[in-house]
């Protein structure tokens, strides 16, 4: 199974005049054309998850619909409150179960995603650095499980020179 983890793009800064609400931020729209770029680049690369998982908060169900609509096989959209902070991993691991069929991504929040991966891939000690639409691609031999990932990439908007 490959599972892609996705930090989501960039978004507006907190302001408790505009969004009192954190979960209503949305990303900003120079944001959105940047991680449009970096979608560009992961696409000819075959970035292409058949279903996404997303935290509900505004910024990340952005995201995941930016993705939707630039891989080409337009991947269903499925909030799941595991990824709101703090993540559940147990539970995303449970969903994702659900799904083994499939190249699924979460879309989720810093530093929940750093933790995720490092989980995922090792002991959960490792310091994992997702910048902002950050994306790693972790593979596993059967189902996902904890400590048996197979990290295969990670791409940076600055890696891919965005």
């Known amino acids: ?70 891989v080409h096989s337009r991947p269903k959209i499925e909030a799941v409150a595991a990824l709101a902070p703090p993540s559940d991993l147990s539970a995303l691991v449970d969903w994702t179960t659900q799904h083994a069929d499939s190249k699924v991504a979460w879309v989720g929040h810093a530093p929940d995603v750093e933790h995720l991966a490092a989980q995922l891939i090792g002991d959960g000690d490792a310091a994992i650095c997702f910048k902002k639409g950050a994306v790693a ?20 908007a600055k890696l891919l020179g965005v």
């Open 1 to 70: 199974m490959l599972l892609y983890i996705v930090r989501h793009a960039w978004a507006e800064e907190r302001d408790e005049n505009q969004w009192p609400d954190d979960s209503l931020r949305p990303l900003t729209a120079d944001g959105e054309k940047r991680f449009e770029k970096m979608l560009k680049h992961l696409a000819d690369a075959k970035f292409w998850p058949d279903i996404i998982a997303t935290s509900p908060l505004v910024r990340c169900m952005q995201t995941a619909e930016l993705i939707a609509r630039r």
């Open 137 to 156: 691609a972790i593979r596993f031999d059967g189902p996902v499980e904890l400590h048996r990932g197979t990290l295969e990439w990670l791409a940076t």
